[in-house]
């Protein structure tokens, strides 16, 4: 990463709510062919989230605990902080001296921004405050929400603004919380009513819907200069596995996530 940081823009998604299994399933199935196409392999990194639910993952990935290997390691991190004793503090990692991976990503010149999904992302209320003012500048408008049956393509449109108004020379690191696979997701499901509710078969249907128009996010992303992209879940959730609904829970489903990173050179997507 140090190879990367100052010459790159950098791009992190979280696919809210994710769950491996089913982005595994449609990644094999050929459902999301924008996103498999970056994927290395054509395959999710199977990976251990760092928390059950947003709060939690994000404090962790945004202090460069992205989600783990689902292998026996230390596993080498892309991003620390420096503290003594660090296990996964490697050669490649870019290591910083500030609290928090975006206050150190400024100090290395680069403009942080956060585009906004779930209710932690929304600062009306003085909790959902805290993530996005970790960030130089944040953006969050109900039309990214979760009850927003167009919240994605709304978020893909303002990353489109936010690159464009830029200027060229700056460094940019682009965070985007996307909410279209949290709860609600049903409308995402052609019959799929909110009587019925959320199913495993709506949360499919809401990835899906990202891939349709994930490319337009990584265009503009690349637009300037080669890009660095993560794309993973902050976490699962459960649709009656074992008797459980929902998140921050300790369940399998839960806790295995998707993940990738990857290279996006300018006009790749376009």
């Known amino acids: 990463m140090n190879a990367v940081v100052g010459s790159h823009d950098l791009l992190m998604v979280t696919l809210d709510t994710l769950r491996y299994d089913v982005a595994e399933e449609l990644a094999a199935a050929g459902r999301i062919p924008r996103l ?3 994927l290395p392999g054509g395959v999710w990194e199977k990976r251990h989230a760092p928390g059950s639910f947003t709060y939690a993952s994000h404090q962790a990935m945004f202090a460069g605990f992205l989600p783990t290997p689902a ?14 004793g660090s296990e996964s503090t490697a ?6 001296d500030a609290p928090d991976l975006l206050a150190g990503l400024a100090d290395a010149g680069y403009r942080t921004v956060c585009i906004g999904g779930v209710g932690f992302f929304d600062r009306r209320p003085p909790l959902g405050s805290v993530l996005p003012g970790m960030f130089q500048e944040s953006h969050w408008e109900p039309g990214f929400g979760v009850a927003s049956p167009a919240s994605f393509e709304n978020q893909v449109s303002r990353a489109e603004q936010i690159v464009a108004e830029l200027p060229r020379e700056q460094r940019l690191f682009l965070f985007v919380n996307v ?15 909110a009587e019925h509710g ?5 949360h499919a249907a809401a990835l899906e819907y990202v891939d349709r128009h994930i490319d337009r996010l990584f265009a503009a992303a690349s637009s300037r200069r080669r890009c660095f992209a993560i794309v993973c879940s902050d976490h699962g959730t459960a649709y009656g596995e074992d008797g459980y609904t929902g998140h921050r829970i300790g369940h399998e489903a839960v806790w295995t996530v998707p993940y990738a990173h990857f ?8």
């Not at 390691?73 to 003594?84: C, D, I, M, T, V």
């Not at 050669?91 to 910083?96: A, N, P, R, S």
């Open 36 to 38: 498999a196409r970056h």
């Open 91 to 96: 050669d490649g990692t870019f290591v910083h």
């Open 263 to 270: 290279i996006l050179d300018p006009g790749a997507s376009r």
């Open 179 to 193: 909410s279209a696979l949290h709860q609600p997701n049903w409308f995402h499901l052609p019959g799929a009513t």
């Open 71 to 84: 292998t026996p390691g230390p596993h080498p991190r892309l991003f620390a902080a420096r503290f003594a």
């Open 198 to 202: 959320d199913s495993r078969a709506t």
